[in-house]
DNA sequence: AACAACCATTGACTTTTTCAAGCATTCGCG
DNA sequence: CGCGAATGCTTGAAAAAGTCAATGGTTGTT
């Protein structure tokens, strides 16, 4: 075990700050996932594409963009991938011929339930209702745009 | 104004995953922290190492590292760059002559306080009861590992 | 019909992340 | 003590992620 080096300054100021707090926790997370993840061939980035090609109404890569705050030149890189998997497949949207919507294929959905499963919950730890406030409370910041 | 296209994937099972809720919030946090500390010649990761250095018992760059979940060699950038500034200093650490120990200069400290205030808590619309259970919930996550 | 706006894509470029190797120092153990 | 393993900082290279401008096809507006 390592001895906890990082106590000796667990004290500062930092602690406090939501958004230090924030990218502390989303990067602890996002190592966790990646590591869950990887033996599926699939990141959080692909699992989050995935995962909205799995709606109803599949989005278009713009709206996957704005969605993941990405730019729109990654979204095609990444559904490039997921597409030459044949886990997803695009189709030029027939209300805008411009656009393309992404929608997740049997194959795809399948995979994103076992990846579903593989992803630990992280609010393990957390007792319901405070995972409640929590998940409120980030939706607040993360939409705040 | 845009038209919220986003709000068409707003009904997505993502907007429930934590983890999503997390990164998506961190990354709107850090485009504003770093637009808002720009000014200053800093972003929220010189920010934060400035903050650390500030400590009355400051922390070796090791230390640094760890804490900010960066890789040591990331530090060494970082730390360059300030004191090169004038914004803090190097020093070897008395107790371990192959650890550097990172304090601020009165510079530093100076141009840590003017960046505090510049950064615009994130938590202004949150409730004062709400942000403490937020802060709780984050720290659980943020240093579970 | 003409023009501006918009989506997806490409390519170039910068920044960030990740690794491995090196030197100096410390620690553990014989 | 002395020797090898481990640790902390530094460097440099390679991979990944992020940013930006330009292009072709399409839409919407005038």
Redesign the pocket.
Known sequence: MTPA?ADVVRGSALTRNVSFLLTRASVVAA?RDNEALAPLGL?V?SFSVLGLALDDQPP????I?EFLR????????L??DLEQRGLLA?ET?P???????VAATPAGSELYETARETVVDITAGVDEHEAETLRRALAKLAFEA
């Not at 278009?60 to 709206?63: H, I, V």
């Not at 990405?70 to 890189?77: E, G, K, N, Y």
């Not at 209300?95 to 919507?101: L, P, S």
């Open positions: 080096h190592q990141k980035r278009t890569q713009r709206e963009a990405l730019d729109p030149s990654q979204v095609v890189a559904v490039d695009r949207d209300r805008d011929r411009r656009a393309k919507v």
